[in-house]
Structures are given as C-alpha cells and as structure tokens.
C-alpha cells in the first residue's frame, strides 16, 4: 500500500463531475488497485476514489516538480489528482489479510445449536446440518418431538431477507413426500420486527439465540434483568 499525504486537487469525470478544491488529503494506492483520497473526518468514507482494476499514470512538472496523477477504470471514468505539495510519501507491504473473524457468525451458532438442539423443545433430534437442496443447503434439519420435520434457518442478525431464504428452501422441501411436511424456524441473536411479521405471515417459528449462554460463558439464570 502506497500511503501519501499532500496538498491536492481532486477531479473526477464519469458518470458525473465532481471537483475538490486544494487542501491537505490522505491518498492511498492499495495493492488490488484501488486508489481513495481520504479527509480528516467522514469517518471510513473517503471523499472520492476509484474502484480497481484501474491505470495509474503519474506525471512530473520539471520545473515546479508537481505531481499529477491521472487514475482511470475500465469503464472510462478518471480521477484527476494534481499533488501540490507532498508532505508524506510512503509504502508499505501488508501482506495477504486473513479477512474479518465475527464473533457469533451463522457457523459458529449452526454448529453451537446442533450440539444443542433440545433448545428448540424437549424431544427434538439432529438429523443434519447443512442439508441440501437444489437451491442451496439448509444450515439445520431436525425433528420436533413428534417426529415432524424441521427446517432451520440461522442468521446472526435477522432480517427479511433471511425469512425469504427460508420460505424458499421450505417450498422446496415440502415437495419430497419422504420428509414433507416441513415447518420451518428462523433463528439468529436478534431478529427485526419487520422479519417476525413475515415470518408469522409464512407460518415460520422464531427463536431468539443467546450465544454467550450457548458457549457456556453465562448464565441467563444468575442475571438480575
């Protein structure tokens, strides 16, 4: 990663024009190509930037010694950056990022509620996880204590869009006549409102999951409130 800080202009032509007057800004050139030009504020949201694959070409004024960067995409698009002072100029190899590692992801629950699965009611019994289907597989396949099939969907945080996964997988199961009919439950460590009423439209079960006390790190039994 290519790390520069330096009074700039930035100007962009695409789908659109947009111009930032010269001031002091963090550019970065990141190894998949990518290049943002960042204030001191906004948060994560850099002010403009170009999404890779994307030409870099850098030209140098012989007598100022000014910069001037034109960064176009395949699409056409150019991000004019004209460095009229460089105050920071550095690059640094970060090697390979072994990506983001949630805690309490789908996977980590799937597997804590398969050991688990009498959570659900007394009587219940694991048949699979990730049980497939032609669309994809369904993270649990159980039965309740009457022996009834039971298609769970399990989601960190739940929201429609995972009630309409379900509903699909649901249709599709309730075609086998070896394991129809199947009910379904939605289950994740919070669902949304808007997720409940769609889900009690389709007939699906919801089920709260307390993730700290299915890793036996607490004890919903010994809290106040």
Not at 5 to 10: E, F, G, L, P
Not at 52 to 78: F, H, L, M, Y
């Amino acid at each position: 990663m290519r790390i520069v800080v330096a009074r700039c202009i930035v100007d962009y032509a695409g789908r659109l024009s947009a111009h930032l007057p010269e001031a002091v800004r963090v550019i970065m050139v990141k190894a998949d190509g990518s290049v943002l030009v960042h204030a001191d504020g906004g948060s994560y949201k850099p002010l403009n930037w170009m999404s890779p694959p994307c030409n870099v070409t850098v030209t140098v004024d012989e007598v100022s010694a000014a910069q001037e960067w034109r960064v176009e995409n395949k699409a056409g698009e150019i991000l004019h950056i004209q460095l009229v002072e460089v105050i920071h100029d550095s690059e640094h190899d970060l090697g390979v990022d072994p990506g983001l590692v949630k805690d309490g992801v789908e996977a980590h629950l799937q597997a804590l509620l398969a050991d688990q699965i009498e959570r659900l009611g007394p009587g219940w019994t694991l048949v699979r996880r990730e049980y497939p289907t032609a669309i994809g597989p369904v993270d649990i396949m159980c039965r309740d204590g009457d022996g009834q099939s039971v298609a769970v969907e399990i989601k960190r945080r739940g929201e429609i869009d995972g009630v309409e996964q379900l509903t699909r997988y649901l249709e599709l199961l309730n075609r086998d006549p070896l394991i129809a009919p199947v009910r379904g439950i939605f289950a994740a460590q919070e669902i949304k409102p808007q997720a409940r009423t769609l889900a009690a439209d389709r007939g699906i079960d919801c089920v709260v999951l307390d993730y700290d006390a299915m890793r036996g790190v607490d004890d919903p039994g010994s809290r106040l409130f």
